[in-house]
């Protein structure tokens, strides 16, 4: 089988998300994936199945341990895969001549749109969130650190901080922090409204942590921003916005929020993909 590593939200290889991406005629049993992404050690590994419609696929994501209900970056790098590396599928598809994949999934239908200047856009349902009345006494626990808020999403909590710099300071205790309920914990805060360094401004940062799901910290996670960008565009009073996931590897992320009222939201999440490694799997 082949496989593709690949970093996603980047700019330049060894930054963003690394994932691993494997093409399938048919699904293989649960527990080979699970030993196949086991043994990849990314934070995510999608499996990826052509339907019977045009530029219509099936696609799974896996942990280190577990199945997941969706992945961002993972599914910015099949869209990559199938984009720039597969162009030309058994059925003799020729991907090279659309601009827009759709993937069902265990989240429903998502999209991976290709732009004129290279950058690859998910569309994905918006959460929805609700102030978190019952919070796990874990959370505030593990975090070392008193918030201004702290909102629980589909999978997620979300806790909400004043500034970069107290996202940047943040030391979680995982071993406390995987006890709690949750896929993962997504800390945030307004950007710094300078340039920092190399670093132009964004409206707002991020961190996620994930233990219970394998991964203490994601390097950059595309699905939090289905919760974050619906909170930041009501915060902030507008609904194109940049962020940056401030993990050690970082990624940068341009995202929107469509929301006509009438139809259940759906977010914007753009970022770039570079490829890594192209190889062979034999099970």
């Known amino acids: 089988m082949r496989i593709y590593q690949l970093d996603a939200f980047a700019d330049q290889l060894f930054a963003g998300n690394p994932a691993a ?3 399938l005629t048919d699904w293989l049993p649960d527990g ?21 419609e045009q530029n219509h696929y099936h696609i799974r994501w896996f942990t280190p341990t577990v199945e997941v209900d969706l992945c961002g970056h993972a599914t910015l790098a099949t869209g990559y895969v199938i984009f720039f590396l597969e162009q030309s ?30 950058w690859l856009t998910l569309d994905f349902p918006a959460d929805v969130l609700q102030t978190a009345t019952l919070q796990p006494p874990a959370l505030l ?59 132009e401004p964004v409206d707002f940062v991020s961190r996620f942590f994930g233990p219970l799901s394998g991964i203490d910290e994601d390097p950059v996670t595309g699905s939090a921003h289905t919760t974050l960008v619906p909170y930041w565009a009501e915060q902030l009073g507008k609904k194109e916005l940049t962020a940056r996931q401030l993990s050690k590897r970082g990624g940068y992320l341009r995202c929107k929020l469509n929301d006509d009222g009438e139809n259940p939201a759906r977010v914007d999440i753009s970022g770039q993909v570079k490829l890594y490694l192209t190889g062979e799997i034999t099970v």
């Open 21 to 23: 991406v494997v093409p």
């Open 141 to 199: 626990a593990s975090l070392h650190e008193k918030p201004l808020a702290v909102l629980k999403g589909k999978t997620d909590y979300m806790v909400v901080y004043e500034s970069q710099e107290q996202i940047e300071a943040l030391t979680p205790d995982f071993r406390e922090m995987s006890s709690i309920p949750a896929r993962g914990i997504i800390v945030t805060a307004p950007g710094k409204a300078e340039r920092t360094g190399d670093q």
């Open 32 to 52: 080979q994936m699970q030993q196949i992404a086991a043994e990849n050690n990314l934070a995510e590994t999608a499996f990826y199945v052509k339907t019977g």
């Open 89 to 118: 599928t058994a059925e003799g598809e020729d991907t090279t001549q659309t601009d827009v994949i759709h993937f069902d999934s265990r989240s429903g239908l998502l999209k991976v749109c290709r732009g004129d200047d290279g």
